[in-house]
């Protein structure tokens, strides 16, 4: 029974991939310069081959662009800029994002006024508008950026594949904690240097990379069934910390291609890491509680069907590594 719900989320990873949610938000920024002038930064994630995503910006009726647009694209990332004058407050006014109910990303919007209070909030294909506060709060601010980091790890499915990949090769309860922890504190490592700009790389390779750590995760999940000692078994912690610093650059793009002030880094980066491990702790929690409950049920399966979750685990991790060499080069 265990081995066939492990089999079951496999064939639901592969689906959800299959249909994924786009998890580098666009990013829209209003950052007011005179009483009624405010500079627009609106940045869109690229699809490849030029591409992007059809979502357009829809400010307060009063507002009215004053400038050219300004079009850059580099890191298959679309940035637009341009200047509006709106008469009046924009306090109360909608901003609307046109092509965003039909789409498969979301849109993180920061309104920075010269009295020096922002407001941050978070429109999905569900939501595309909202109202423009007057003074929005810090709890709302802090709910988006930890919402985005619970989100990400969950559309995440090679992260969690990878932490799936630790509990099934990890049964040790107390080794499984310092193995996990483990792969935290280096995900947390990377992200920060990341985003900070201390590090940079292509996030592409990154990706294809992630994809290898778990292959290499689902071999040794083998080699542990045939008897035989590998790495990740006599020291997983070891492997977890190597491959987390990995995985956390890969948790970077997401904050990284936002374009956030400098000053809001910290801030966005704790609150975001924050959703994160939430995210990731549910989700240990929710499996491995499903399989103390499953544990229950005495049912007898052939030898054969404890190598399925490894061989699972290896042909999803292949196949992903194959798309994102694919997406490299072509």
Known sequence: MRRSFILFLLIGFSATGAFAHEVRP??????????????????VPGRGDDLRFGVYVRLPDNCQRSSEIQITGINN?????????????INGGTIFIEGL??????????IQRLDGTIQVTRLTPSAPSFAIEA?????????TYVSLGVEHILYGIDHLLFVLGLMLLVRDFG????????????????????TVGYVHVEVAPVEATIAL????????????QR????????????VAFAFGLLHGLGFAGTLGKMGLPHSEIPIALLLFNV?????????????????????????????????IPAYSIGAFAALTFLQRVDSIFW
């Not at 003074?135 to 709910?143: C, E, H, I, K, M």
């Open 101 to 110: 109910s039909s789409s498969v990303i979301d849109v993180l919007v920061r």
């Open 275 to 307: 959703g994160v491990e939430l995210g990731q702790l549910g989700f240990v929690l929710v499996f491995a509680g499903f399989l103390r409950s499953l544990a229950t049920l005495e049912i007898s399966w052939p030898n054969w069907t404890r190598a």
């Open 135 to 143: 003074s929005p709060s810090r709890v709302q601010l802090a709910g």
């Open 213 to 224: 750590s778990i292959l290499f995760l689902a071999a040794e999940l083998v080699r542990s």
């Open 175 to 194: 080794s499984l904690a310092k193995t996990i922890t483990a792969f935290t504190v280096a995900h947390s490592i990377t992200l920060a240097a990341a």
């Open 77 to 89: 990332a679309f940035s637009d800029r341009w200047t509006v004058q709106c008469k009046g407050a």
């Open 227 to 238: 008897g035989e000692s590998g790495i990740a078994q006599r020291a997983p912690w070891i």
């Open 26 to 43: 666009a990013y829209l920024e209003l950052r007011q310069t005179s009483a009624d002038s405010y500079d627009v930064l609106w940045k």
